[in-house]
């Protein structure tokens, strides 16, 4: 495991069934999702393994039933592993005992639920500073951090309101608060935004990124929407059938799928939105004239690879050139060529 | 029995053929030994179970309980328990009405009590129900019941809470554990169909004749449904509610205690309602045991046949319980409303304070106004003479005797009598092995086996008579509110507004105590059969209407509208599409009538019957804890035979036809 990975997957197994364990334990390796149901089990997470980074937003991603929300459930061990470890910095969290894990969730971790998961006997500010009582913390304490998150959510006003007088885009909103109150290193979403209309959504998404910049933490994103795992991730992880297909930076997803599967996803993805010059610079390569910076998409960058006559345009990131994209390809990429 | 299974019709339970053919070979085989019995060439002995034959179970079970109660020292611990008990009661009683034990403050005034009761309904449901809350109470004073009534409330007070503290604790021990769950489950289905003079001899026996026994059977009672509700509520919590709660890092306690149970608020309160409703039944009927009370005012006034005092009895009964049920449900449904900022502690809690202020003011007065506090006995505005006149007149209508003298005659003579005999005249093999055909058919394999088993163990405790005329009161009454019940409901069922009516209807009577429904069949018929088929009768229609209409009235639209656009009639939509999708349900239904009209033919027995109920009733005189067991187990198998049967048959029904 390496030192800055928060989150270390390996060789995760979770299977439902009678006798998980076991089973595992008699098993042969690359035994298909199929067989493994008929012999009786389903297998919601099958052998993942995978490394999340500190600051970074990992997005899963996935139709329903590929074992997302199974997944992140192992990270925080709301499911017990089959079998494979899961290790929060480095600690392995499957054998901590109830007492540490909760200790580990009271200090470290948030989650944001698709449904909400609100208390609906409790007023918004009670929801929001319940994880902090759960915690201990004194009355005044609590009520103090939980106006700040709230305010932070921008549901300002609201604080006396119960859960069921609130649209479903504010109840995420106190989601969202309360899974911020204990400051937590480690936010887990789990599609936090499909329960709610296209508008109102793309609306989280952009307060998503906002407090994601004020806060940078270290994100496991659920969700069954490509637009918004592209909006959204630095690496993507599809899966299927409790494993996972392919896990890379959307331009790298999106410029070479790894299985047909993953293809099919990409298919109608509009690539110049996606895929960045940074993605597109070669070392090898060294260009004339003036850079462009490493962040910027190939849409963005349209109207001049059009208009520019060079064959090899030089790419910078953070002023430091990293070397040069080849103009016909990101040109390629903008009239949807391959 | 043979009777029932012909009367359904037969298409809709065919699932295997085989099963179908064995039922058939049962019947056929009773059917051989009954005309066997007629020619009198069936030896007495497969007739009926011979005296000899029948196992003494009633000194075997007296004396197990001897050796509970005195060996084990299970006396010791409930007359101890009683002690705590019969504390609480005391100072209940004392506060409502004036028992002369400590806190000897009481009695509370009724202005009082009616006041908070108004604060209370106008808290709950707004000025419909503070007028209820409050309407009721003033009529109980006026109507001069007010001491009576406050004699049930003073055991009602202390028995729901408690049935309510058990059955929650119960309840969230079996779902957290499923061996309890595996434990309680096949207790709690006997209990609820158990005789309630079942549960109040040995609650006599233990804890003293009075509102300590009368306490302690009415809890009993009550629990059941509290464990049930609690169960389902915290089965029913989302999760996505409780992972949100763990991902708060609460520890298991925590998540209990916050979590899950205000999670579970909506079933725990209906579960609460559950049991205010029966404690408010079985309370009233603990006056068989001599606890003093609406109930044994109730008794007396019937036994004497004072119809007037009776009816005026029963509307109280009436009105409490409605006031009970309505107000609970209201606060079933009552959800937390925040206020707006800045608003003061008085405004936040106004119900509070007002209830507190009027609850002293109306006790201040009590010391200054007499009237305020009691109403004596000639202040009350009670018309007992005046309604028994009315009644007796109303039944001495030439037209009305009429109706009441042909169903006597005809009815009971023609049709009900001969029946009566017709069951009493098959033999107890033949009439055992029509059940499991009966079983058979509906069920399965197992059910007939159960049913055999159960029925079985009816012939052996030597009470076979007795059950049989109980089944025959039942299957008959249950029939009758069938043919009366059914066409009703399906009338009712075609207009959103009768259908509306008709369940309000419905669920209003349904929370009267059994009690009551004695009373208009003797006003009505005197102390005849026909009046205890009559009461069993109308207590038994009430679930058969209700699920009917349910039944038929969630029919999903889908389906009603493709009969229409392929063009069916009104009555063949009714007899292809609905009733065919509503039968389950209405099976459900009819299956808890079964369960009602068993319970009513206990109690039934006070007009005077020749069934079980009537040697249960005896039994309460004395100590006969064994034979008291043993007929109330008779009227328990039997009614768990249905229970089983129909229960299955609605399950595999649903599951059929994919409406689960």
């Known amino acids: 495991m390496t030192d800055q990975s928060v989150i270390a997957a390996r060789n995760v197994w979770k299977l439902f069934g009678p006798d998980p364990k076991g089973y595992l334990a008699g098993m042969e390796a690359g035994r298909s999702f199929d067989a493994i149901r008929a012999d009786g089990y389903i297998a919601g997470v099958k052998d993942v393994s995978i490394e999340v980074a500190r600051g970074e937003i990992l997005v899963i991603m996935g139709l329903s039933g590929s074992g997302k929300s199974t997944l992140v459930r192992c990270f925080s061990r709301l499911h017990e592993v089959s079998g494979g470890t899961v ?12 007492r540490d894990l909760i200790e580990l969730r009271r200090s470290k971790m948030g989650m944001v639920f698709q449904s909400f998961g609100l208390l609906p006997h409790r007023t918004v500010l009670e929801n929001v500073a319940f994880p902090l009582e759960m915690r201990g913390q004194d009355r005044h304490a609590r009520r103090e951090r939980a106006l700040e998150v709230v305010k932070l959510v921008g549901l300002e006003g609201r604080e006396d309101y119960f859960p069921r007088e609130l649209s479903g885009g504010q109840q995420q909103r106190v989601g969202i608060a309360r899974s911020l109150a204990i400051e937590p290193d480690i936010w887990f979403l789990d599609e936090p935004f499909s329960a709610l209309d296209p508008l109102i959504r793309r609306e989280m998404q952009d307060e998503f990124l906002r407090l994601q910049r004020m806060l940078s933490k270290t994100i496991v994103f659920i969700t069954h929407d490509f637009d918004e795992a592209l909006r959204l991730a630095d690496r993507i992880a599809i899966m299927k059938d409790g494993g996972v297909e392919q896990c890379a930076t959307p331009d790298e997803i999106v410029l070479n799928p790894a299985t047909p599967y993953v293809a099919k996803f990409t298919e109608d993805v509009d690539k110049a939105r996606v895929v960045h010059a940074g993605s597109l610079a070669r070392r090898d390569l060294t260009g004339e004239g003036v850079p462009v910076d490493a962040k910027a998409s190939v849409q963005d960058l349209a109207r001049m690879l059009v208009q520019d006559a060079r064959a090899a345009i030089p790419v910078t990131r953070n002023g430091a050139p990293i070397g040069a994209m080849p103009r016909d390809e990101a040109l390629d990429i903008l009239v949807g060529g391959t | 029995m043979a009777a029932l299974s012909e009367g359904a019709p037969a298409g809709f339970a065919a699932p295997a053929l085989g099963r179908n053919r064995v039922a058939v070979v049962l019947l056929a085989a009773a059917a051989v030994l009954t005309v066997a019995q007629y020619g009198g060439l069936l030896p007495a002995a497969l007739h009926r179970v011979p005296e000899s034959a029948v196992p003494p179970f009633a000194p075997m079970l007296d004396a197990a309980f001897n050796f509970v109660k005195d060996d084990l020292g299970l006396l010791a611990l409930t007359r101890w328990l009683t002690e705590g ?14 028992k002369r034990r400590w806190p000897n403050l009481g009695p509370i005034p009724w202005t009082a009590i009616a006041a908070v009761a108004g604060v209370v309904g106008y808290y709950l449901g707004g000025w419909r129900l503070a007028l209820l809350g409050a309407g009721v109470f003033i009529w109980t004073a006026l109507i001069g019941q007010w001491k009576d009534a406050m004699e049930t409330m003073s055991v009602l007070v202390v028995a729901a809470p408690l049935a309510f503290a058990i059955g929650l604790g119960l309840g969230i021990l079996a779902w957290k554990h499923r061996a309890v769950d595996a434990a309680l489950r096949p207790i709690l289905s006997a209990l609820q169909t158990l005789p309630f003079f079942t549960y ?10 009075g509102p300590t026994a009368g306490a302690v059977a009415t809890t009993i009672y009550a629990i059941p449904p509290m464990i049930l509700m609690t169960t389902l509520g915290l089965q029913k919590v989302p999760a996505e509610v409780v992972e949100a709660g763990e991902m708060s890092g609460a520890t298991r306690w925590q998540l209990l205690r916050h979590v899950y149970l205000p999670s579970a608020r909506t079933e725990i309160l209906v579960g609460v309602n559950q049991v205010i409703m029966l404690c408010l039944a079985m309370v009233v009927l603990t006056a068989f045991i001599g606890m003093p009370g609406l109930g044994a005012k109730l008794l007396s006034m019937m036994g004497s046949f004072k119809l007037g005092r009776s009816f005026e009895i029963g509307i109280t009964i009436v009105l409490l319980a409605v006031m009970l049920d ?23 809690h106004i119900h509070l304070v007002v209830g507190t202020v009027l609850f002293a003011a109306f006790c201040v007065l009590g010391q200054f106004v007499e009237v305020a506090t009691e109403i004596g006995r000639r202040q009350s505005f009670s018309q007992g003479k005046l309604i028994d006149t009315w009644i007796k007149s109303f039944l001495a209508i030439d037209a009305v005797q009429a109706v009441t003298g042909f169903l006597r005659a005809f009815v009971n003579v023609q049709i009900l009598i001969p029946f009566r005999n017709f069951l009493l005249s098959i033999p107890t093999p033949a009439f055992i092995l029509a059940v499991m055909a009966f079983a058979m058919w509906l069920g399965g394999r197992r059910q007939a086996i159960v049913a055999g088993v159960f029925f079985g163990l009816v012939a052996l405790s030597g009470w076979w008579d007795r059950s049989v005329i109980t089944l025959y009161s039942v299957l008959s009454a249950v029939a009758i509110a069938a043919l009366i019940g059914l066409p009703l409901a399906i009338a009712a069922s075609r207009s959103e507004r009768w259908s509306r009516r008709i369940l309000l209807a419905c669920d209003t009577a349904q929370t009267f105590p059994s009690f009551v429904y004695l009373i208009p069949a003797i006003m009505l018929f005197g102390i005849t059969d026909i009046a205890v088929i009559f009461s069993i009768l109308i207590f038994a229609m009430v679930p058969l209407i209700r699920y009917t209409v349910e039944g ?5 639209a889908e389906m009603t509208e493709a009969a229409d656009m ?27 009538a079964l369960m009602f009209a068993f319970f009513m033919v206990i109690i039934a027995a006070f007009i005077g019957t020749q069934d079980l109920g009537q040697e249960l009733q005896r039994t309460l005189a004395g100590t006969d804890l064994g034979k008291n067991f043993v007929l109330g187990l008779c009227v328990a198998l039997m009614a768990l035979t249905f229970d089983l049967v129909i229960l299955k048959w609605a399950k595999d029904r649903k599951r059929a036809l994919g409406l689960d």
């Open chain 1, 87 to 98: 290790s929060i910095e480095g600690t392995d969290i499957g054998a901590l005992s109830e």
């Open chain 2, 85 to 98: 008990l019969q504390w609480v009661l005391d100072v209940t009683a004392n506060l409502l009405f004036g």
């Open chain 2, 200 to 209: 109040l001899l040995p609650a006599v026996i233990f804890f003293k004749v």
């Open chain 2, 326 to 348: 309505r107000m609970s449900k209201a606060w079933v449904v009552k959800q937390p409303v925040h206020h707006e900022k800045g608003t003061s502690w008085w405004r936040c």
């Open chain 2, 552 to 556: 038929l009235r969630t029919v999903p």
């Open chain 2, 566 to 592: 392929a063009g069916a009639t009104a009555m063949q939509k009714l007899w292809k599409v609905q009733l065919p999708l509503a039968l389950p349900t209405m099976a459900v239904g009819f299956n808890q």
